[in-house]
């Protein structure tokens, strides 16, 4: 079973910016499209980007121009840089796979805080 592990969130001002890392174990990261998936507070969980096995990406319109998701595969490694950060981006964030059959265990994910 394939285990992910989120990381480099913390505590931005409005306008900053973070890049957030999720790396996986197990052999199955790089047959897989990855996601990025925010949990805001007292929100369900829903995708920010997605990064298809294809190489097509998809944002969240709010999002769009702010955010890039990018892979590693030889890491086993998906990012998510974050720019010009809002309040509103404000959540814990997970990775997944993406636009696939199959899911993996949740992480504990990150907490990003945006606030002045």
């Known amino acids: 079973q394939v285990q992910l592990v989120e990381s480099g969130g913390g505590l931005v001002q409005p306008g900053g910016s973070l890049r957030l890392s999720c790396t996986a174990s197990?052999?199955?990261?790089?047959?897989?499209?990855m996601g990025w998936y925010r949990q805001a507070p007292g929100k369900q969980r829903s995708v920010v980007a997605g990064?298809?096995?294809?190489?097509?990406?998809n944002y969240l319109d709010s999002v769009k121009g702010r955010f890039t998701i990018s892979r590693d595969d030889a890491k086993k490694t998906v990012y998510l840089q974050m720019n010009n950060l809002k309040r509103e981006d404000t959540g814990v964030y997970y990775c997944?796979?993406?636009?696939?059959?199959?899911?993996?265990?949740w992480g504990t994910g990150t907490l990003v805080t945006v606030s002045s």
């Open positions: 197990g052999s199955l990261f790089s047959a897989n499209g």
């Open positions: 990064l298809t096995s294809e190489g097509n990406t």
């Open positions: 997944n796979t993406y636009g696939a059959t199959i899911w993996w265990n």
